[in-house]
């Protein structure tokens, strides 16, 4: 069967007709749609590139039930399963931090490095949580080509939470390796979390502002990543994600 053939086919089965499907969310990089079939979506990107990257990775993770499978994809959208059960952070405001929700995001954080991840991390607001008490997450679109060792973005969100002593407890009680190697990093306020970045880089900053190579441009649109900023610099293709938040 020719490539043509079967992308057509994959098309007429998913039936992708945006305008007989339901807006469920409206984000910052995109759209993501209900299909009739109330069991799948589509993820609709304003940046075909971006797209690319989130259905790389979720293909490349379609052995496993911990992530949602993807199926067929055109341009800037795919489809891929519908992410069952409610968000982890309203499940854990209604049942606590319990010892089996810590144990869960444990075994998501070792599922992780098992599957070679770069990028050890997931925003908690992206874990979902069925009436069978299984986790699904929403990987990084660069889960595997950033290199970010302990679970950064997701201990954030259990710090907010309020309940981040309770994950570290279950931690140094049950994968000690973990606390002894990123448990102090989780602990820091995000004060002093910028602070050290900004020790940490004022050198090639320096040099780079001395030289006129960087220039911070304008944002082109908000990002939100929960308290991280967003900040791009000409001559370069890389990110830098800021520990600090604009009041």
């Given amino acids: 069967m020719s490539k043509k053939k079967k992308c057509k086919e994959s098309k007429e089965k998913f039936k992708i ?45 379609k052995n496993y039930d911990e992530f949602p499978k993807v199926y067929y994809k055109e341009g800037n959208l ?8 409610i968000h982890i952070k309203k499940y854990i405001k209604s049942n606590g931090m319990t010892d089996e929700v810590c144990g869960k995001l444990l075994s998501l954080i070792i599922l ?8 050890i991390d997931a925003k908690l ?7 069978k008490g299984k986790l699904m997450v929403l990987p990084y679109k660069n889960s595997f080509t950033r290199k970010i060792d302990y679970p950064m973005n997701l201990c954030k969100g259990l710090r907010k939470l309020g309940v981040m002593n309770e994950f570290l407890e279950y931690l140094k009680n049950n994968k000690r390796e973990f606390y002894d190697s990123w448990g102090e990093k989780v602990k820091r306020p995000d ?34 990543y929960d308290g991280y900023v967003e900040i791009r610099f000409d001559k370069y293709n890389d990110i830098e994600f800021i520990p600090f938040s604009f009041s």
Avoid: H, W
Avoid at 216 to 224: A, L, P, R, V
């Fill in 112 to 119: 992780m490095k098992k599957s070679k991840f770069s990028r």
């Fill in 191 to 224: 004060g002093a979390a910028y602070k050290k970045y900004k020790e940490k880089k004022s050198g090639t900053t320096d040099k780079l502002e001395k030289n006129n190579e960087l220039k911070i441009i304008q944002f082109q649109e908000t990002i939100d």
């Fill in 78 to 85: 795919f489809v891929m399963d519908q992410m069952k059960g």
């Fill in 17 to 61: 007709e945006l305008y007989k499907c339901e807006l469920v969310e409206k984000g910052k990089k995109g759209y993501t749609f209900k299909m009739p079939d109330d069991t799948k979506l589509i993820k609709v990107f304003f940046k075909e590139k971006r797209c690319n990257k989130m259905y790389e990775v979720l293909n490349k993770l």
């Fill in 125 to 131: 607001k992206n874990i979902y949580i069925d009436d």
